[in-house]
């Protein structure tokens, strides 16, 4: 294996779980709902993920037990936002918190219990392909998964009619409900599939990554993956970009190091958030003022009776 | 928006660090002693390792001690902490970790009737002692270690933060592997985190593909040394705790922190009213930490490395004799000298042959 193959593999594992909880994300963000407790959801799924694992001696349960944990804990969110139309960003930050705080609990009698983490799998005759091979067809699941997901997601917000609603539930929630859309099903909906999402990227990380618990695991991913929404200005493809990029420079900026390449290390793990800003401001200007994604970001509806 | 996230995430930080694990005081004449630990207790590794020593304090004294341990308290929040613990009747408090040397050096003048110990420290005062372990003892076997079993001649090291306390050890490393062999070299990424799983993997990751084939961690997860079991043919060392069975095939000793045996004297000297500010920085010799049971070697391996743990331990070996000459090729100390504490403390430099950059 040459060093540019592994380092393109690196790549690849550590912007995966960021591919998938910014893909949940901005589906959420596209309905018109902010969620910041991405860190507190993915947080949970890993917890619970190993735990489940570790209990049932199944890695796949684990995995599935994770996304329901992260759907359960965005559910106390929507019961928030939606029901008691609270404040998003206060809401989402409890949601962090209370997930951190809660992870610790699931997980602290598994505290240093040693697992095997989840293997890749070979496509037979592509694998064998030299280089591509290797990239391409020796992955583990989640890394097809993410990339089925986006796919997915961009079919669904661009191509069809159900999108196209969610989308109007982010733009314009009083038109929408004008409409007759029922608004607050549709975030509910989106809600749980942003939970969803950030419950398997947190199994990723305890089953597949490094797979243990230690409490606080996640590290600030769940925070990236907000940026990588803003950075991908609400796009499913470019959050893919986004996700390899900030993935991308995490890893190249280990393997200077690693090389003695004198470049400041503070620097490069600067440049994605300064990226997204750069990516807000060109928004901002193209858009004359207008507003950065979804309009109704952020604004609870509440339906008149 | 991209503003609100920035001030969120400040937020959520300082909020994190709010978990509090209590145990309130049952009675009234046991001396009560707290505890602030820097990260969570489940992390398996330094503030684990206060929290055992904590239990053996508690199960050697019984009824004459009770505990308040304060978890995962980030700096800022240390002064309000700290005197949460005062007003509940603590006498005798630990703060563990140098991020809370400062505010405690602080905490003590204004509360001059409650003994405060701070684990890494540079300086004492009438009611505050300093304890540390000269972990830098089992970095030179893990020097000798690694040149013994490094095929690349390379060894790398997921360092933390450009401080003393990482800086010192890198060198005492190579010292160790330098006198098994002189062509040894170092590859060094600095992670700017104690404990950062996924990154520590990466960094990990990083070395392994650029050939290093030992692996030495100063951050606190099983991660490097679980990588290294994945990758096969890699070796590594755990930190803090015995992390043996991260790593069966891949773990040759790990450096464990045994904090119980202090923590018993230091209460017991509240208790019979002979506490006295000191320095403490105990070595091998002295229990503040272990090596754990030599594994993937060959009986020569551990035998030498057997041998060089005892010496250290017994002080017939110094990891910090002279000649000691920097990376720009001035001298520091020559031959038949020795650095002082306080210059080992202060280490700010690599030696001659470290081709490594400071973050």
């Not at chain 1, 090389?259 to 503070?266: D, H, I």
């Not at chain 2, 002064?79 to 630990?94: H, N, Y």
């Not at chain 2, 005062?125 to 013994?148: C, S």
């Not at chain 2, 010496?311 to 910090?320: R, S, V």
């Amino acid at each position: 294996m040459t060093l540019l193959e592994a380092i393109i593999l690196t790549v690849i594992t550590a912007s995966t779980p960021l591919l998938i909880a910014a893909i949940g994300e901005l589906v959420v963000e596209r309905a018109g709902v902010l969620n910041l407790g991405v860190e507190g959801m993915m947080i949970i799924g890993a917890a619970a993920g190993i735990a489940a694992a570790i209990t049932t001696g199944n890695s796949w349960f684990g995995v599935l037990v994770a996304i329901l944990a992260g759907m359960a804990l965005s559910l106390v969110f929507a019961a928030l936002v939606l029901g008691l139309a609270a404040n998003q960003v206060a809401a989402g930050l409890a949601l962090a918190i209370l997930g951190l705080g809660l992870s610790g609990v699931i997980g602290a009698p598994f505290v240093g219990v040693q697992r095997e983490g989840i293997g890749k799998i070979e496509i037979p005759v592509l694998s064998d392909i030299p280089f591509i091979g290797e990239i391409l067809f020796h992955q583990d699941l989640f890394v097809y998964a993410s990339v089925a997901l986006t796919a997915g997601v961009w079919w669904f917000l661009t191509r069809t009619r159900a999108g196209l609603v969610l989308r109007a539930c982010g733009e314009n929630h009083a038109a929408a409900h004008a409409l007759g859309y029922r608004v607050l099903r549709i975030r509910l909906l989106a809600i749980l599939f942003g939970g969803g999402c950030a419950g398997l990227a947190g199994a990723y990380l305890s089953l597949v990554y490094t797979p243990f618990w230690t409490s606080g695991m996640t590290s600030g991913r769940g925070w990236i993956a907000l940026a990588i929404v803003v950075f991908a200005s609400w796009l499913p493809w470019r959050a893919a970009v986004g996700a390899y990029l900030f993935g991308g420079l995490t890893i190249l900026q280990l393997h200077a190091q690693s090389a003695g390449v004198p470049l400041p290390s503070q620097v490069m793990a600067a440049l994605p958030y300064l990226l997204t800003i750069i990516v807000l401001v060109v928004i901002m200007r193209a858009r004359r003022g207008g507003a950065a994604g979804p309009a109704c970001l952020g604004t609870p509806f509440v339906p008149d009776r | 928006m991209n503003i609100t996230r920035r001030q969120t995430l400040t937020g959520a930080s300082a909020l994190a660090g709010t978990a509090i694990g209590a145990e309130q005081a049952a009675a009234q004449s046991a001396l009560n002693v707290g505890f602030i630990l820097i990260g969570p207790v489940g992390d398996f590794g330094w503030s684990t390792m206060h929290d055992v020593g904590r239990r053996r304090m508690e199960s050697v004294l019984g009824n004459r001690v009770t505990s308040t341990q304060v978890e995962a308290v980030a700096p800022p929040d240390f002064d309000r902490v700290a005197t949460q613990l005062v007003r509940t009747g603590c006498r005798l408090i630990f703060t563990t970790s140098f991020s809370y040397f400062a505010p405690t050096q602080r905490v003590a003048a204004a509360n001059p009737n409650v003994m405060w110990e701070s684990a890494t420290g540079t300086a004492t005062a009438a009611n505050l002692a300093i304890y540390n372990a000269r972990f830098y003892e089992g970095r030179y076997v893990q020097g000798v270690i690694a040149a013994r079993k490094s095929r690349s001649k390379t060894i790398g090291y997921v360092a933390t933060f450009p401080v003393p306390e990482v800086i010192h050890a890198i060198n005492t490393v190579m010292r160790g592997a330098w006198s098994v062999d002189p062509s040894i070299r170092i590859r060094v990424v600095w992670i700017s985190a104690w404990f950062n799983p996924g990154r520590e993997a990466d960094a990990a990751r990083a070395l392994i593909d650029q050939g290093c084939d030992v692996i030495c961690q100063h951050t606190d997860s099983p991660a490097p040394l679980q990588l290294a079991e994945q990758r096969g043919n890699v070796f590594g060392f755990g930190q803090a705790s015995d992390m043996t069975r991260f790593a069966p095939r891949a773990h040759l000793t790990s450096s464990i922190n045994s904090w119980g045996d202090y923590y018993v004297s230091r209460a017991r000297a509240v208790l019979d009213g002979s506490w006295r500010p000191a320095d403490t920085w105990g070595g091998l010799g002295s229990g503040m930490f272990s090596l754990a049971a030599f594994t993937n070697m060959t009986p020569e391996e551990v035998s030498e490395a057997t041998r060089i743990r005892d010496a250290l331990a017994a002080g017939t070996l110094h990891p910090f004799d002279g000649p000691i000459t920097r990376a720009d090729g001035t001298l520091v100390i020559p031959a038949g000298q020795r650095l002082t504490d306080d210059q080992i403390r202060a280490q700010n430099y690599f030696y001659q042959g470290i081709d490594v950059a400071m973050p």
